[in-house]
């Protein structure tokens, strides 16, 4: 079986990213058990409320089965999209689910553009 890039929308309940505001988001990402096995799981919360399930889910036939990438993408415009940027903070990988430091999701101070940086 070819590996493809499937796309996973949110399927519990939707929401709306606005501008100038912190989110937290947190995945559970489980490979399947062993190639051919459809018993891999996908969850994800945003601040603190799921957003995604999906049980049951087929994603390497590979050996090793491991996760080597992983992309989370925004889209919904209407037209040419306007200027974006998207700042990230505090990763953690565990095996357990850690949830959402208190009060960082709703922290209204936009973040500081980095300063420094040199694009090659």
């Given at each position: 079986?070819?590996?493809?890039?499937?796309?996973?929308?949110?399927?519990?309940?939707?929401?709306?990213?606005?501008?100038?505001?912190?989110?937290?988001?947190?995945?559970?990402?489980?490979?399947?058990?062993?190639?051919?096995?459809?018993?891999?799981?996908?969850?994800?919360?945003?601040?603190?409320?799921?957003?995604?399930?999906?049980?049951?889910?087929?994603l390497?036939d590979?050996?090793?089965?491991?996760?080597?990438?992983?992309?989370?993408?925004?889209?919904?415009?209407?037209?040419?999209?306007?200027?974006?940027?998207?700042?990230?903070?505090?990763?953690?990988?565990?095996?357990?689910?850690?949830?959402?430091?208190p009060?960082?999701?709703?922290?209204?101070?936009?973040?500081?553009?980095?300063?420094?940086?040199?694009?090659?």
């Open positions: 079986m070819q590996e493809t890039d499937t796309l996973y929308p949110q399927n519990i309940s939707p929401v709306s990213v606005v501008n100038d505001r912190w989110y937290c988001f947190e995945y559970r990402i489980t490979m399947n058990s062993a190639p051919g096995v459809s018993d891999g799981v996908i969850e994800g919360w945003i601040d603190d409320v799921q957003h995604w399930s999906y049980p049951n889910v087929h390497q590979k050996t090793p089965l491991v996760l080597n990438q992983m992309q989370v993408t925004g889209s919904g415009f209407d037209g040419p999209s306007p200027e974006q940027f998207r700042w990230h903070d505090q990763f953690v990988i565990s095996t357990n689910r850690i949830g959402c430091t009060g960082t999701a709703q922290a209204p101070t936009p973040p500081l553009a980095p300063a420094g940086l040199t694009i090659r």
